[in-house]
């Protein structure tokens, strides 16, 4: 959230000469001459707009004891409190009730003095039983009028004169005219200084088009945002739909491409339900929100009873979803946390926030490399864990296709030997973390992770431990994905680089993956391959779009986008299809279990074997493929890939096209 935005929802402090009790004082000689002015006018139009004998005679008499009545009763009603400048309904109905209950007293008090004879007798003497009822029911309205009239004239004055110093009100667009929007227009013209001048109000509902909300006017449909945009030169646009779903979101941006706008919005519902936030502490809408998801429901009793007072390790623990998945696991407490990690400065920096949040915890960080097979055995051995998460792992497919003896020392014989160590030190459950990369492989990093789902599962057959793999697609806002590249292109003036305008991938949160893990993990009895729903794919292109719209900027225009190519070991598009042939549904209904083919253990151990032997060699990529193939028939190299994406197109042009002429 902005600065000024920040600043926009605080509450000046009174000035010290304005405060306390003489602030109270000013209010109370306000209202004493509010009630002189208001009796002097009850007065004069009962008498058809005549002053004579009753000024002297009955006015200034039943003035004094008018006014205790009424500063009592208003005081009552907290009427010399508060800032009139932020004068509202209730305030208005406060004033209403003090009137009514002062008019009510003054009138029962006179009527009921004139019938006792002591009484009677003194407002005689004073006059003042000739004062008509009328005056006082003229009183009671009049009364209502000069106040109100007073405090809303204060709250005008503040509104038309106070605004941003030094530079013009921000003009603003709220969509959705809802009780949020009507909320939020209402903070923001109470704001002590005002910053934004709201031109109106943008919803679907056609029946609230041409309608004022607080004089401010609902103006158009979605469809129609870019247009109202221009036409009133809006700066800024402030989603007020709490409840909107990411589809609704994403509608409302694709609409304002093309616009050099800013947004926001308004916090959800339930937060300010609970009073935690205020409508008008608005916040930057994030592609998060675009591309989020719904709430991840877990058997938390499950987990716990399967984290709590346990020995866990978790390899790649600096890593994107690595270090997520400590900061989950630190919920459940268990016994102790051993971090695994080759990478220094991402180790020291989890290790000081987990000590940090999880300060009663026993946390290890120990740098390790996972093909270490001696180092990897040595801290099994020690700390005898009941628990291991397997998150290491080298992850970026064009880098293993240059460096693919990496891929097979890291991602295969890494695994494998963490395994192994988790098979000699009985521990309990070990969950590896695949990748959607790993169906249908057409990449080495792909066929790497799919050769270690291959070998844990082999080696669940004569374990205690039960192995399980859990594999989804791509995380928002990992270390090195897709969306922190673009905001970096964007905020250095672009152009932003898409691989290919087809290119399509599944996108869940980190959090949302964690989760998910330990839900499987929990789940599984050994040997499974677990798939994560990922929802739809997204298209790059899309994202790319809404991410410069987002940024205030105009796709094509001030931000250009390039397309560079697909790169080697690329795929056009992931498969990860919960109604496939080959899933099978579970309890929870965003997991499912892979069908999977069983394997030749005695084939895959001499395979890995060989692997091992050339990955190091000079010129070892054909020869790491060819290995590949020999144990994953579904592996196919560039070419072949390259055949698969045309086909993968020409299916999805032609369905494009069916729709079209639908």
Request: glycine share 6%.
């Amino acid at each position: 959230m902005s600065e000024s935005i920040k600043s926009s929802v605080e509450i000046p402090q009174e000035p010290a000469h304005w405060g306390g009790w003489s602030r109270q004082i000013k209010i109370i000689l306000a209202h004493v001459l509010f009630f002189t002015v208001s009796l002097f006018l009850a007065f004069t139009v009962q008498s058809e707009m005549e002053v004579g004998a009753w000024f002297p005679d009955r006015y200034l008499k039943w003035l004094f004891l008018t006014i205790i009545v009424k500063l009592i009763v208003f005081g009552l009603f907290h009427q010399y409190r508060g800032w009139w400048h932020y004068a509202s309904v209730s305030d208005l109905l406060s004033i209403i009730k003090a009137s009514h209950l002062s008019t009510v007293i003054i009138v029962i008090g006179w009527y009921v003095s004139s019938y006792i004879p002591t009484t009677r007798k003194w407002m005689i003497e004073l006059d003042i039983l000739k004062v008509p009822v009328a005056v006082m029911l003229i009183d009671w309205g009049v009364t209502i009028v000069v106040i109100c009239g007073a405090r809303l004239a204060i709250r005008l004055y503040y509104e038309e004169t106070q605004t941003i110093s030094g530079g013009r009100l921000t003009r603003l667009l709220i969509i959705g005219a809802g009780n949020a929007g009507e909320v939020l227009l209402r903070e923001i013209q109470r704001m002590s200084v005002w910053r934004y001048d709201v031109v109106g109000f943008i919803d679907d509902d056609q029946r609230k088009h041409g309608v004022r909300i607080h004089g401010v006017p609902v103006l158009a449909s979605v469809e129609q945002i870019r247009e109202i945009a221009r036409k009133y030169s809006v700066d800024e646009i402030v989603i007020a739909m709490p409840s909107a779903s990411h589809k609704q979101l994403r509608r409302v941006i694709e609409h304002c491409q093309g616009t050099n706008l800013r947004f926001s919005m308004v916090p959800d519902l339930v937060s300010i339900a609970s009073g935690k936030v205020r409508v008008s502490q608005m916040r930057e809408v994030d592609i998060n929100d675009l591309l989020g998801r719904e709430p991840v429901t877990l058997d938390l009793d499950l987990i716990s009873a399967f984290l709590r007072d346990k020995v866990v390790v978790i390899t790649g623990a600096g890593g994107s979803i690595g270090s997520e998945m400590c900061r989950q696991v630190g919920h459940f407490v268990p016994k102790t946390l051993l971090l695994i990690e080759q990478a220094e400065n991402e180790l020291f920096y989890i290790e000081r926030e987990l000590k940090d949040k999880f300060p009663d915890m026993d946390i290890r960080a120990f740098i390790c490399d996972i093909s270490d097979k001696p180092r990897v055995e040595s801290l099994f051995g020690q700390y005898q864990p009941n628990v291991v998460i397997h998150a290491a792992a080298h992850k970026h497919v064009p880098l293993m296709e240059v460096n693919p003896g990496e891929a097979v020392k890291n991602n295969v014989v890494g695994t494998r030997n963490v395994a192994a160590a988790a098979d000699k030190f009985s521990v309990e459950r070990f969950v590896m973390i695949s990748t959607d990369k790993a169906v249908n492989p057409t990449s080495i990093m792909g066929s790497s992770k799919r050769l270690s789902e291959m070998s844990i599962q082999c080696l669940n057959n004569h374990s205690q431990t039960r192995f399980v793999t859990v594999r989804f697609g791509n995380v928002l806002g990992s270390n090195g994905s897709v969306i922190p590249i673009f905001r970096k292109q964007i905020a250095r003036g672009g152009p932003v680089t898409v691989t290919h305008p087809e290119m399509r991938r599944y996108f869940m949160t980190i959090p949302e993956a964690s989760q998910l893990v330990l839900q499987a993990a929990v789940m599984g009895r050994g040997g499974e391959v677990f798939v994560l729903d990922m929802g739809e794919p997204v298209r790059i292109l899309d994202l790319a779009r809404n991410l410069i719209t987002l940024s205030g900027f105009k796709p094509d225009e001030d931000i250009e986008i390039t397309f560079s190519g697909i790169r080697p070991g690329e795929k056009l598009f992931e498969e990860l299809a919960m109604d496939a042939e080959d899933m099978q549904a579970t309890r929870h209904p965003k997991i499912h279990i892979w069908r999977n083919v069983p394997t030749d253990e005695a084939a895959l151990n001499d395979t890995v074997g060989r692997l091992l032997t050339v990955a190091d060699t000079k010129d070892n990529h054909d020869k790491i493929v060819s290995l590949l193939k020999e144990v994953i028939p579904e592996y196919v190299g560039d070419m072949d890939s390259m055949k698969l994406h045309e086909k993968h197109l020409s299916k999805t042009n032609s369905l494009n096209n069916n729709d079209t002429n639908g």
